[in-house]
């Protein structure tokens, strides 16, 4: 199967395109590179430069290249940037979203995964989250990978659309032995800051609240594995063949504290570094985790890095041996 990657030169695109390719796929990676990286997309997979929200070039390089199903991970993903610039990630992914499905109704390309987030539920009142948890977004962020479900589920009414929507929790560590890993800039993902105030190049780490309603105050997050999250896109695109519609979780089902997390970086790393404690920010949950017993009994999906040593050692390695990121 031919499969289009829009972003797959990005942190979970690169990711993916690897596992495809490693399972006999024909991976197409579509990037702009405005985030992602040329050298994250490895092997020998098919690159084309370009934007997902252009019509013509999309509908093209769909008919040129005999797309048979598109995976979706062109979204811009920041919280706080959405906040000041909520015109810009309704225009990136929710507008050029529904560029990139007309292209794919006007190719006749039905099957579509979807990168969608548990941001879409908000500050959900029962933990843990389950797929009928309402959906109440805070953010734009959230909010426009809401309205690209709904754009989703509503094309899929019409018969030309057959989707998947995979609500993810936080994904963390490096794919293939530690060698496709996270470089945003600017960072914003815990992990990788509390690994660059390991490497030195943070003065110091924040915790962001420490009088939470947790064991050891501070907040707890669901953490799944690049790999595993990968996995059960692959295992969704293969259940699109008899599902038109499919919805998930995908998380651990249990959460770590932003002070686990610190303290596992230390012991990985074996180096210590200072931690500053700071007031709560706005919005944060005391608690996020996820209940993914629908992608295990309807995909047979289950974490396999269920460790957070384990998942903080492979972005070690990623990070150690790539200093300076991918240096495109």
Request: glycine share 10%; net charge neutral; proline share 5%.
């Amino acid at each position: 199967m031919r499969v289009l990657v829009c972003g797959g030169a990005g942190y979970i695109g690169s990711n993916m395109t690897a596992l495809l390719a490693r399972e006999g796929y024909e991976p197409v990676v579509l990037d702009n590179l405005i985030r992602g990286h040329r050298k994250a997309v490895v092997g020998n997979v098919q690159f084309v430069l370009g934007d997902f929200g252009d019509l013509h070039f999309t509908l093209e390089t769909l008919r040129k290249y005999r797309i048979e199903a598109v995976m979706h991970f062109a979204a811009f993903i920041e919280v706080g940037e959405s906040v000041q610039s909520p015109l810009r990630y309704y225009e990136n992914n929710v507008s050029r979203t529904r560029t990139l499905l007309e292209a794919m109704e006007k190719a006749g390309v039905e099957k579509f995964v979807f990168s969608s987030t548990a941001a879409v539920y908000g500050m959900p009142q029962q933990i843990p989250i389950t797929e009928e948890t309402p959906k109440c977004p805070i953010n734009p962020y959230g909010q426009t990978k809401w309205a690209v479900e709904r754009m989703c589920h509503f094309q899929s009414q019409t018969g030309r659309l057959r989707y998947a929507a995979l609500r993810y929790f936080n994904a963390c560590g490096a794919g293939f032995g530690g060698s496709i890993g996270e470089d945003h800039r600017p960072e914003s993902h815990l992990i990788p800051l509390i690994i660059q105030a390991a490497m030195g190049k943070r003065e110091h780490i924040k915790i962001y609240g420490t009088d939470y309603p947790t064991p050891d105050g501070s907040c707890i997050r669901d953490y799944i594995h690049i790999e595993d999250l990968c996995r059960a896109h692959l295992l969704a695109l293969k259940r699109l063949g008899s599902e038109p519609e499919l919805v998930y979780n995908l998380g651990n089902g249990k959460g770590y504290s932003v002070r686990d997390v610190i303290e596992t970086v230390k012991r990985v790393s074996n180096r210590d570094f200072k931690v500053v404690e700071a007031e709560r920010r706005p919005g944060d949950p005391p608690v996020l985790t996820a209940d993914a017993s629908r992608a295990a009994s309807e995909l047979g999906w289950r974490p396999l890095v269920g460790k957070l040593e384990t998942i903080v050692e492979s972005a070690w390695k990623f990070h150690t041996e790539n200093p300076n990121g991918y240096e495109d």
